[in-house]
């Protein structure tokens, strides 16, 4: 199957700081991308959609000015979380959406950014 | 999107094959059949997926029933390594918004010696 990789894959901040996880898809192109959160022993929650060159389409609820999200090429999104506390603490992990070769519309997913907010 | 049920958990021996069934009795005509899984700390993992044929891969199986309002995936000889959460997803394809996933809260599966 496709490569997604995110980086960091663990990160510590100070509360009132910004993170930025970064998405990338490392043998497709990809127009589209996701963000997910996920708590400790919760399921996966979509939190955007992230579009090659347009504005993220944010879930009901999501506060788009605190999870700013870019994606500006065909193989890379980011999230920034801006003034972080504690309560967004959590495990993000983001989507990639591949439309060619076999895999036919598939989103592959990275292996996950582990944020801790002190 | 249509919503799916699980089982909340199972239990299979490592060797034997590992059913996990699927219930989505709403499944619209366009909509495919998703499954992934995750291991505990990583991000989720295709396996397969399918409209209404069966289908195969070095992975796993999937039966679709005949009426495509359930399904199980087949891990045919299951290991320790594919002790996970198992989510069964349906969502249409290629449609003009992106199709998004929508995560229900799974199969747990443990596969124990």
């Known amino acids: 199957g496709a490569v997604v990789s995110q980086h960091p894959s663990r990160v510590i901040c100070k509360s009132g700081t910004s993170v930025k996880i970064e998405c990338r898809s490392l043998?497709?192109?990809?127009?589209?991308m996701f963000w997910y959160r996920q708590f400790p022993k919760q399921s996966l929650m979509l939190m955007a959609t992230s579009n090659e060159g347009s504005k993220a389409t944010y879930e009901q609820g999501v506060e788009k000015d605190k999870f700013l999200i870019n994606h500006a090429s065909l193989t890379l999104s980011t999230l920034t979380v801006t003034s972080a506390h504690p309560e967004d603490s959590s495990f993000y992990i983001c989507?990639?959406?591949?439309?060619?070769?076999?895999?036919?519309?598939?989103?592959?997913f990275g292996p996950g950014t582990r944020l801790t907010v002190l | 999107d249509a919503k799916t049920t699980q089982p909340p958990s199972m239990d299979c021996a490592e060797g034997r094959a590992a059913n996990l069934p699927c219930n989505h009795s709403t499944i619209s005509g366009n909509e495919y059949v998703y499954w992934y899984r995750q291991i505990h700390s990583q991000g989720p993992q295709y396996i397969i997926h399918?409209?209404?044929n069966n289908e195969t891969n070095e992975m796993a199986s999937l039966i679709i029933t005949e009426d495509r309002k359930s399904s199980t995936l087949i891990l045919p000889h299951a290991t320790l390594r594919d002790t996970a959460v198992y989510y069964c997803?349906?969502?249409?394809?290629?449609?003009?918004?992106?199709?998004?996933?929508?995560f229900g809260t799974g199969t747990r599966l443990q596969v124990t010696l």
């Open positions: 997803i349906v969502r249409a394809r290629y449609t003009g918004t992106a199709s998004k996933l929508t």
């Open positions: 399918g409209l209404k």
């Open positions: 989507s990639a959406r591949d439309l060619g070769g076999r895999s036919t519309d598939t989103q592959y």
């Open positions: 043998d497709f192109q990809a127009t589209t």
